[in-house]
């Protein structure tokens, strides 16, 4: 069965590659004026004695830049620059950072590795890296200090040394191994996943906050926000977009994402970037 799908798949991106050939779909868009904007999303996460330094650890989020011929250039310049106006003390990324050719994440990376930082950069694969060649999706990324989190963690510098980021590989596309993402890690742990269903493979591991994807928030939606196709995944109806509580003192964020996938544009699901602030609970 997976075999089958895989080589479906293979054939559906051959005939995407030659039919959005030169990158029309996203120049098009582009020309006749479809929104471009970046919506900013804030949220406040209160964490039970906190491990870091007074004030709060400043999380800058982003997903599914979809680098390539779906995703107006000028939509990700927008977000790159909303990203360096938080002024976060750390980035994390949530994957689908191209789509059909692994090469495009080479500029992409550029562009993201001028984003400030100062307690890291960290990255996840979506289905789409993997699809076009997560070896070589890495490797730009690495290449400009965006360290990728496939099935490992990491703890932050001080003064956050006693909380880590855990990242997971996809769900759909990948070979996800929570046991070995979470090992070793801290006790209070930012879990950073591309999509929902990435909760399936975590199941009842203890985290503050998981950030990721994936569903676009649907792409094209109603005005309620309800989407008119959802993203491949067990949880991406459930979790489409927004802030939800996971059960056991865990939050889950799910992003709009910044660019689109197949078609250059979005209705009713504006393209978004995440801010979070980890805090310590006040008495």
């Not at 559906?12 to 030169?22: C, K």
């Not at 490992?152 to 510098?157: D, E, F, G, H, I």
């Not at 009713?268 to 602030?277: F, K, L």
Request: charged share 20%; aromatic share 8%; hydrophobic share 40%.
């Amino acid at each position: 069965m997976k075999t089958r799908f895989n080589d479906k798949r293979w054939l559906w991106r051959s005939i995407e590659r030659v039919a959005t050939a030169g990158g029309w779909p996203a120049l098009a868009a582009a020309r006749l004026g479809f929104p471009t904007d970046i919506v900013l999303e804030h949220h406040d996460i209160e964490v039970p004695a906190f491990p870091g330094a007074q004030g709060a650890l400043r999380i800058a989020f982003a997903s599914d830049f979809h680098a390539g011929p779906s995703t107006p250039p000028v939509v990700i310049e927008r977000a790159v620059q909303r990203l360096g106006e938080l002024e976060a003390d750390v980035l994390l990324l949530g994957g689908d950072f191209v789509c059909q050719r692994s090469e495009y994440a080479r500029d992409l990376a550029r562009q993201v590795a001028e984003i400030p930082a100062p307690l890291g950069k960290y990255a996840v694969l979506g289905n789409h890296d993997h699809w076009s060649g997560a070896g070589d999706v890495t490797r730009h990324l690495e290449d400009q200090g965006i360290h990728v989190l496939t099935n490992r963690n990491v703890r932050l510098p001080e003064p956050f040394d006693r909380i880590s980021v855990c990242g997971i590989d996809d769900h759909t596309a990948g070979d996800p191994d929570a046991e070995m993402a979470f090992a070793g890690s801290a006790a209070t742990r930012i879990l950073l996943m591309h999509a929902p269903s990435n909760l399936l493979d975590v199941g009842d591991r203890g985290f503050v906050v998981a950030l990721c994807g994936h569903t676009h928030g649907g792409q094209i939606a109603r005005r309620d926000g309800r989407p008119l196709k959802v993203a491949q995944g067990a949880l991406s109806r459930r979790y489409n977009w927004g802030r939800f509580d996971v059960g056991h003192g865990r939050t889950l964020i799910v992003s709009r994402g910044i660019g689109c996938s197949t078609f250059p544009v979005r209705f009713n699901a504006p393209p978004a970037v995440i801010r979070v602030h980890l805090r310590g609970r006040h008495p």
